[in-house]
């Protein structure tokens, strides 16, 4: 669903009737927000996520994220930004494995400045 809402607003700032400079900047500080906010929680909660609904429900969308970043290592954040099954599971995943915060916002950071210009 974000993907989708992005490419409307993204159609809207083309065409004039949001501010596209505006529009951008708002995306990408939604996009670091929002990982910062699942990389904390699954930093606080680690293995507990496990069992914390909708993981609980759904166990094998946390494996696909931590073989993800199993594989890339903390570059994971980055390149996950763009791979739309593991997109929101890799922060929660990154926090889990407690990857160091600094490493995971610079990431966290440059992969939204591209993401969010790309998706609209």
Same mark, same amino acid.
């Given at each position: 669903p974000g993907s989708v809402m992005m490419t409307a607003i993204g159609t809207l700032a083309g065409s004039g009737i949001l501010p596209l400079h505006h529009t951008i900047l708002? *995306?990408?500080?939604?996009?670091?927000? +929002?990982?910062? /906010?699942?990389?904390?929680?699954?930093?606080?909660?680690?293995?507990?996520?496990?069992?914390?609904?909708?993981?609980?429900?759904?166990?094998?969308?946390?494996?696909?994220?931590? *073989?993800?970043?199993?594989?890339?290592? +903390?570059?994971? /954040?980055f390149l996950g930004r763009f791979v739309g099954p593991v997109r929101p599971i890799i922060p929660v995943v990154a926090g889990m494995m407690n990857m160091k915060p600094s490493r995971f916002m610079v990431a966290n950071v440059l992969s939204a400045i591209g993401w969010a210009p790309a998706y609209m």
């Open positions: 708002w *995306a990408i500080l939604g996009a670091i927000l +929002g990982d910062n /906010v699942s990389y904390w929680i699954g930093y606080h909660f680690h293995d507990q996520i496990r069992d914390m609904w909708p993981l609980n429900k759904y166990p094998q969308i946390l494996q696909k994220g931590e *073989a993800f970043f199993e594989n890339h290592g +903390g570059k994971s /954040v």
